[in-house]
């Protein structure tokens, strides 16, 4: 009966440390009223430039095969936060022939853990470049976050979850604190 279960048990391991930990990227920004857009028509549309492989490894004994994943689509998830924000400055969204255009490419987002016998340390970043045209006029900004995390037991996929939206989160937040992006929009609409 012993060896059964230990047998059993073997199993049930080996298929937690085999399998990738997919999450759901859901950002959200907190963006204070304003009439920056004044009801002017906007696109915004996401771009996943992540290069392939998932976004890191928990660490731990099984490092190589507890990869963090994304199981939906990560374009797609930071232009829905976007275009929350840019909604209360005002800006009507929409796809048809938009007086202004935001592109959004997420170039770089990371959770891994390089500890290799224990998930101590987890290191996190993430990174948007944002191109905004309006007429022959174009914007480029650059915004990032990183942070040092740490854990003594291996995180659940709600806690990743957790901490890489409000990374992503956080990121994009900067987007509506740049006086410069404001600026931009005033001149130009």
Not at 18 to 33: E, G, M, N, T
Not at 160 to 170: C, I, P, W
Request: charged share 20%; net charge positive.
């Amino acid at each position: 009966m012993k060896k059964l279960l230990l047998f059993f048990g073997a199993i049930i391991l080996s298929a937690c440390a085999h399998s990738p930990l997919q999450i759901q990227l859901h950002p959200q920004v907190q963006v204070a009223a304003d009439s920056i857009g004044a009801g002017r028509s906007l696109s915004v549309r996401g771009i996943n430039e992540l290069p392939g492989g998932g976004l890191g490894s928990l660490g731990g004994v099984y490092a190589e095969t507890s990869q963090v994943n994304i199981a939906n689509d990560a374009g797609e998830a930071i232009a829905a936060g976007l275009r929350q924000g840019f909604a209360n400055w005002s800006f009507r969204i929409t796809d048809t022939a938009p007086e202004a255009q935001v592109i959004a490419k997420l170039v770089k987002l990371t959770y891994n853990s390089p500890n290799k016998v224990y998930t101590t340390t987890i290191d996190t970043s993430a990174e948007i470049h944002l191109e905004v045209k309006i007429g022959p006029a174009t914007y480029f900004g650059t915004y990032s976050t990183s942070g040092k995390d740490r854990n003594l037991v291996k995180p659940s996929r709600e806690e990743v979850q957790t901490r890489v939206n409000s990374l992503l989160s956080a990121t994009m937040q900067r987007v509506f604190e740049d006086e410069k992006l404001k600026n931009f929009l005033r001149t130009h609409l």
